[in-house]
Each structure stands twice: as C-alpha cells, then as structure tokens.
C-alpha cells in the first residue's frame, strides 16, 4: 500500500511538474524567439551600416564573426524590406540613376579635363617639388562609359525610325541627276 501510495503521489508531482514546466518552457521559449529576432535586427544594422562604410562582405563577415553567406543574405533581406516599403516607380527610379550618373561626372570631369598638380617625393634626397599631372584619357574613357550608360537609361541609345519618301525618287527616275 506504502508504494503505491507513494507512486501515486510522484505521479501527481511529475503531473503538476509537466503542467509548470510546460507553461514555464513555452515562456521560456517566446522569450528566447524574442532574444533571437532582436540579435538578427541588430546584426542586420550593423551590417547595412559596415557595407555603407564601404566594407566589403569578407570584411564585414570577419568583423561581426559571421560568414559571408550571412552578410549577402541579410544585405538581400534588408533590400528587399526597402524595396517592399518604398516601392519606387520607374520615374523615381530614373531621376535617382541619373543624379548619381552626374555626381560620377562631377567627380570625374576635372580629372579627364584639366591638368592637376601634385606633390612628388624624392626617395633618395625626400626633397618635394610640384609636378603638373595632364588630364588622364582614363577618366575620360570612364565619362563615355558613364555618357553610354544615361542614354542607355533614359532610352536614347533606342533604334529610331527613318521614313523616306519614295514619291520623290520615282519623279526622278528617268532624269540624269548629274547633269543638274
């Protein structure tokens, strides 16, 4: 009688124990599911804002202790959330290429255009003097390529049409247009 007794009562107490625990873990574990999708939101800025300092992924993924394919992944997820929340016509989308196209050519334009003094060393002697650089065709082949890309963009490197007028050819055919 004393076992079973006694087995009744570690029963209940492994009953009410499964009871608590159960309530108890899936607390525990919403918690934790809470812990976690802050730890990524925090990684995730942390590595938009590496990539916006103009890290490359191997070094971000070396910095933050995680592996490339997570930094492209979480790169991919928080442009696709952008993309999601601020769909941008294709207007929108045109004006902005084209201000960072003019920013390049800003950028660039003097360097392909005008000659640009610079400080040489001398490694033997450190004596400096000022050189004066000629415009680099470099930057100059750059700003075609920049040029080729906003016709590209804004359509104009599109075919275009020609439309003759043959009427004018046939008034003509039987007169030696030399001799006029």
Known sequence: MTTLCTMAKTQ??????????TADNKKRRALLAQA???????RRYQVVELKRD?????EIADRLGISIKLVSEDLNFVLNETIEEY?????????????????LL?????L???????????????????????PDAEYARLIL???????????????TKIEADVTAIRRYEGIDLSKV
Not at 36 to 42: F, N, S, W
Not at 89 to 94: D, L, M, P, S, Y
């Open 87 to 103: 769909k941008l016509t294709t207007e929108q989308e045109r004006l902005l290429q084209n201000q960072r196209l003019d920013q």
């Open 54 to 58: 103009g890290y490359t992924h191997k």
């Open 36 to 42: 976690k999708a802050v730890q990524v939101i925090e």
């Open 106 to 110: 800003k950028t660039f334009t003097p």
């Open 145 to 159: 390529s920049i040029e080729d890309r906003r016709s590209r963009l804004n359509g104009l490197d599109a075919p």
């Open 12 to 21: 209940k107490t492994n009953e009410n124990f499964r009871k608590y625990n």
């Open 112 to 134: 392909a255009t005008e000659p640009r003094t610079v400080v040489v060393v001398d490694r033997q002697t450190r004596e400096q003097r000022v050189v004066e650089v000629p």
